[in-house]
């Protein structure tokens, strides 16, 4: 079992930037492969980025890809999105989630094993 809290969500305006952060408990950390996903009102939940248990290896999802940045610190149990430029079509309810096993990248929600109960994040024009 791990427990995942998020935060850092907020109202920022298009072109502005938010760190959000996921702490876990339970578990040690550096078990876990992590993802975060984002979910809009309305719509299905959509990958966003994904990063290995030791954080050697991350990947985006196209829409993101070079405005967002996925990274962790395992001694802290801490999983980071730093969101740069972001944009309207950002706006959703932010997920980190954890999959307790194998060992690299994963997309699919429906891969992970845990998760957060979701930060919001609202860019506005």
């Known amino acids: 079992q791990v427990q995942l809290v998020e935060s850092g969500g907020g109202l920022v305006q298009a072109g502005g930037s938010l760190r959000l952060s996921c702490a876990g408990s339970?578990?040690?950390?550096?078990?876990?492969?992590m993802g975060w996903f984002r979910q809009a009102a309305g719509e299905e939940r959509e990958f966003v980025a994904s990063?290995?248990?030791?954080?050697?290896?991350?990947f985006y999802a196209d829409s993101v890809k070079g405005r967002f940045t996925i990274s962790r610190n395992n001694d802290k149990n801490t999983v980071y999105l730093q969101m740069n430029g972001l944009k309207p079509e950002d706006t959703a309810v932010y997920y980190c989630?954890?999959?307790?096993?194998?060992?690299?990248?994963?997309?699919?929600?429906?891969?992970?094993?845990?998760w957060g109960q979701g930060t919001q994040v609202t860019v506005s024009s």
């Open positions: 989630a954890a999959k307790g096993s194998g060992g690299y990248i994963y997309t699919d929600f429906r891969m992970y094993d845990y």
């Open positions: 990063i290995t248990r030791s954080g050697d290896y991350t």
């Open positions: 339970g578990r040690p950390f550096s078990r876990f492969v």
